[in-house]
């Protein structure tokens, strides 16, 4: 996908408009509270080693898992670029233990080298390549030399709406919110999640294309064996200063 869209707009200025606004990603309360869980539980895992690094959770959004995910950090910083969502976290965040909400200038003068952990979740979709790539430049100089990014949520390019159709519809069976999946469904095919989506589309990621993406940026990649999340048609990678 370009870089650019009509007028000069990127891909990434058209899903921060998206989401500085009310939407109907999830169905109801329980769907934001399972899916939140989930992603805490999973990102802790990958952060098992008792270490207690430094992590920055790029792209958090709402971050509702932070204070578990904080549990296996030595300090947690969480960051959007989206400015509505820095005020929400700032102020759900204010004063918690171990948690501290970055806003635009405090991500630009984190130091080179300071961090050990850099998370980015669900946010490469949403980012133009050339976007993306400016991303992975600024996470390779905050990194330290033995630091650790994990990029998941990763979309192949054969991927579809299919996958996150199945996914929703699953987990809302097996955690008691499938009636309000399907209604959330009708409720998407008639938003602007769906008219942005057919606009800005989601860039997409073929397992080789992240390998070559993470070597032109001095960084080795590898794809672990889960993603993190419920849709495990999209994909998790490791990537290490090469």
Known sequence: MGDKLQGGVTSGDVWADFWSADHPIYVNARHAAVHYDRIAADLAGLLKDGSKPTVVDWGCGDAYGAPVLAKS????????????????????????????VLDDQAWRLLHDGSVDVIIMNSVAQYLSQGEFEAVLDDFRARLRKDGVIYLADIIPPDAGMLPDVVSLLATGARHGFFLAACSGLARTWFSR?????????????????????????????????ANVGFNQQ??????RPA
């Open 73 to 100: 950090c030595g300090g947690l910083l969480l960051f959007d670029a989206v400015g509505a969502v820095q005020r929400r976290i700032a102020a759900r965040f204010a004063g918690a233990a171990g948690i501290r």
């Open 193 to 225: 999640y769906r008219q942005i989506r057919n606009q800005a589309g989601f860039s997409t990621y073929s397992e080789k294309a992240i390998d070559a993406l993470a070597r032109k940026h001095g960084l080795s990649a590898l794809r672990l064996p």
């Open 234 to 239: 999209r994909m998790t990678f490791r990537l």
